[in-house]
């Protein structure tokens, strides 16, 4: 299982590389792109449309990429099983 906190990545950029951590391969030999499953820019605007509300919202966004389960949640953390 792979975790990572917020990072300076937007967060479609944050799980291409968290597959492929998970996956022990480069981001460029995943065998999926993550366009085919999922809108990153999508991705991008939810979680940026949270940064910096109080109360922060709470929410978590799954899909499956490349046989994982991806986990998104409102503040960027990205968890890969």
């Not at 299982?1 to 937007?10: C, I, K, L, Y």
Request: one cysteine or more; charged letters at 25%; proline letters at 7%.
């Amino acid at each position: 299982m792979t975790d990572t906190d917020e990072s300076s990545h937007p967060p479609s950029i944050a799980v291409v590389e968290a597959v492929a951590a998970e996956r022990g391969v480069s981001p460029r030999e995943l065998d999926e792109r993550l366009a085919d499953v999922i809108d990153p820019k999508a991705l991008d605007a939810l979680i940026a449309s949270v940064d910096g509300r109080t109360p922060a919202p709470e929410f978590v966004v799954q899909f499956s990429f490349c046989d994982c389960l991806v986990a998104v949640s409102a503040d960027g953390a990205v968890s890969v099983q």
